[in-house]
């Protein structure tokens, strides 16, 4: 099993709700990523989870708050975002953070539209 | 400071050309390379990478790429384009560094027309 696996696909929610993203993979790894895409642009980093601890936030806004309940789980939970946010947010998992591979492996991403 | 740039934001090339897309980095201490490709609506799908050994490297779908140490590139290559390898191209980097996350580049729009 090589797959990293988001829901929803596509999420649309008003500036007052609160919804959460979720990402699973069952390849063993021991990093989890959260990425944000806009249209035309590479993934921009927002958090790194390595063995379930947070070790990196790129400064991201506290209406994104990721959680990382287990090795396999990671979820953004979203609140009170603004139009701006809408973005395609892609969840990545790697053998561990800054492992001697360095590969990333990337679900399909989950498609947000803030109304 | 370490960076990687992708020199050309789109690409346009008839279909069976050939294709370059260009990749340099900047670093310090050994790096690893990737290219990944986007296609439309899709999540990001690894073409291939250079950790070491041989710096010619072969990926899917008939890309290859050439890590060149002095010049500090690792450009991607296909001989013959088709139609359905239109999509963004990102060249990415990652440090051999504990505690360090991947680097895009800004991506190239290959367009392939017949």
């Known amino acids: 099993d090589t797959e990293v696996t988001q829901t929803p696909k596509h999420l649309v929610m008003g500036m007052t709700n609160k919804k959460s993203l979720k990402c699973e993979q069952h390849m063993g790894h021991r990093a989890m990523y959260w990425y944000k895409q806009k249209a035309k642009k590479p993934p921009e980093l927002m958090f790194v989870?390595?063995?379930?601890?947070?070790?990196i936030n790129e400064s991201v806004p506290s209406r994104f708050s990721p959680e990382c309940p287990n090795s396999s789980l990671l979820n953004l939970h979203l609140h009170a975002l603004q139009p701006e946010d809408s973005a395609l947010y892609l969840c990545?998992?790697?053998?561990?953070?800054?492992?001697?591979?360095?590969?990333?492996?990337f679900g399909e991403g989950s498609r947000l539209t803030v109304l | 400071a370490q960076s990687v740039t992708q020199l050309d934001s789109q690409v346009p090339v008839f279909e069976e050309a050939p294709v370059e897309l260009r990749c340099n980095y900047s670093?310090?201490?050994?790096?690893?390379l990737f290219w990944y490709v986007q296609y439309p609506n899709q999540g990001l799908q690894l073409l291939l990478k250079y950790l070491s050994g041989s710096t010619l490297v072969k990926g899917i779908n008939g890309f290859e790429a050439e890590f060149n140490k002095s010049q500090t590139s690792f450009h991607l290559r296909k001989p013959s384009v088709h139609i359905s390898d239109t999509a963004e191209y990102f060249c990415?980097?990652?440090?051999?560094?504990?505690?360090?996350?991947?680097?895009f580049g800004k991506g190239t729009t290959l367009s392939v027309s017949s």
């Open positions: 989870y390595s063995y379930e601890k947070l070790s």
């Open positions: 670093s310090s201490v050994s790096v690893y």
């Open positions: 990415a980097v990652t440090f051999n560094q504990a505690g360090t996350a991947l680097i």
């Open positions: 990545a998992s790697s053998h561990s953070l800054g492992s001697s591979t360095g590969e990333l492996f």
